[in-house]
């Protein structure tokens, strides 16, 4: 196994980055993995379950000497971060994030960054609703998307062997420009997400619903709905904070649809309804024809980690 990296500092050392310890460890990418997280329980923890190799106080002291740093941290905070660690970054480092927006860490993250070293954005779309470094687990990345958004004047060379890492991690890898990945991603991510957070609000305070039936009879979409609203909500706050703009495109043209559909229901307008259901299903269809998710009963989730 040849190595890509001497040293990778991971900063934050939840479930991705847990995960891409264990990833490179499988791989061999690195010859050191060292963390850093705000809590020394979480340090610990990170240590004794062998995510890396050693863990820091200071993301300063992370990053010192290291040939590859990753931005683990939520989003609202990567700016902070940049920052603090730019005065011990060395010429050549790359550095890089994980963040499901990409125009507004590249502003926050790129006005730090020093002469030399070279800024790559990345996106793994990959996790699970469970956080913290006890979630992290080596396959996360293993046929998932990862994609990448360097700015204009990125190192190709660099750029190339940040996908090679991606790759060796498990993933499929796509280039793509931020404004672009925002956008697609609020169609596929932070508009479903918020779609379930409200409706997991609704049945809280539907009186007429009690709680042990929401329990009780949760099973198809409303139990897919939990599982998505139980993801980490400081994460999810500064996603919608931070791409205000895509969310708010998409999720207007969703209230367009969702009214249209009330009318149809309404009117009792079964075909409305039977087209717009075929069209859907259809998406669905081509989902599963991609290798994202399976046709098997309980989306093939019985006895495994959802992700």
């Not at 360097?150 to 660099?158: Q, Y």
């Not at 499929?172 to 379930?196: Q, Y």
Request: charged content about 25%.
């Amino acid at each position: 196994m040849t190595q890509i990296y001497d040293k990778v500092a991971l900063i934050g050392l939840g479930l991705i980055a847990g995960s891409m310890g264990l990833a490179m460890k499988r791989a061999g990418l690195a010859s050191q993995i060292v963390g850093h997280a705000r809590s020394s329980e979480t340090r610990n923890t990170a240590l004794k379950l062998g995510l890396v190799d050693a863990v820091c106080d200071t993301a300063a002291e992370a990053v010192a000497d290291a040939d590859l740093v990753v931005l683990c941290v939520p989003v609202g905070v990567m700016g902070d971060v940049a920052a603090e660690i730019a005065p011990a970054l060395k010429a050549g480092t790359v550095v890089s994030d994980v963040g499901s927006v990409k125009a507004k860490v590249i502003d926050m993250v790129g006005e730090h960054i020093p002469e030399g070293v070279h800024f790559i954005p990345a996106h793994p779309i990959a996790g699970t609703e469970n956080s913290g470094p006890n979630a992290g687990f080596t396959e996360l990345f293993d046929g998932k998307w990862t994609i990448l958004t360097p700015v204009g004047d990125a190192d190709t060379g660099e750029v190339a062997k940040l996908r090679t890492y991606w790759e060796r991690l498990g993933a499929k890898v796509d280039v793509m420009e931020p404004e672009r990945h925002d956008l697609v991603l609020s169609v596929t991510s932070h508009v479903p997400h918020l779609i379930a957070y409200t409706m997991v609000g609704v049945a809280d305070d539907l009186e007429r619903v009690t709680d042990k039936e929401v329990i009780e009879f949760s099973t198809g979409g409303f139990r897919d709905f939990t599982r998505i609203a139980a993801s980490d909500p400081t994460m999810w706050r500064d996603v919608f904070l931070n791409n205000k703009e895509a969310t708010l495109d998409v999720l207007g043209r969703f209230t367009e649809e969702l009214f249209d559909l009330q009318r149809a229901i309404r009117r009792g307008d079964g075909e409305q309804l039977f087209e717009h259901f075929t069209r859907t299903r259809a998406i669905r269809r081509g989902i599963i024809e991609a290798g994202h998710d399976t046709a098997a009963d309980d989306f093939g989730r019985a006895g495994k980690k959802d992700s």
